[in-house]
């Protein structure tokens, strides 16, 4: 597949870090703070590099595997699945990829955050691989707007902004499905 063999970039522990920050400061009831860092970095190290022998391979693979890591182990003390949709979200879009989700996603973020064993794996990665699709070239703005966001900077290039973008995108998974088909 060519997924693949493509090089595949990621989000460092410091981006899903902002990611979340980003969700507490868009979010009122959402508490802030970190319960264990170790998760957060162990999420990166994972997904990058595997553990005890095993290592996601495919994109959705690791998408999957970061979905879980963050909503499973709870890494902030409020706002995990959130943090886990959205830094999925992003996760996707650095590698050319748009994921299109719907309203089934709060049930899997649900089952992860609470009963993790029920959830089959292979059937979410399945979810994950129908609900992607290639990164439409308009959305390069929107993409340099998050990583602006993500990595602090206050200038952000809007040359190829079309006005077509929602520039503050919902961050939870309450809405209707995110397609514009």
Known sequence: ??????SI???????????????????????????SAGDIEYTVEYIQ???FGHVPESLHEKAFQLL??????????????RTALMSTRI?????????DYDREIKNILKALAT?????????VIEYLRAHTESL???YEATISLWLARIEGTDQVSTE???????PNEPNDYDDEPHSEK
């Open 68 to 81: 879980r890591l963050i909503a499973a182990n709870h890494p902030f003390v409020d706002g995990n699945k």
């Open 91 to 99: 996760f996707y879009a650095l590698n050319g990829r748009r994921f």
């Open 49 to 51: 590099e595997g553990h």
């Open 115 to 123: 009963d993790e064993g029920s959830v089959d794996g292979d059937g």
């Open 136 to 138: 439409a070239p308009e």
């Open 1 to 6: 597949m060519a997924e693949e063999s493509e």
């Open 9 to 35: 970039s990621y989000l460092s522990a410091d981006d899903i870090r902002d990611i979340h920050e980003l969700i507490v400061e868009s979010n009122a009831d959402t508490a802030a703070g970190i319960s």
């Open 160 to 166: 190829n902004y079309t006005g077509n973008q929602e």
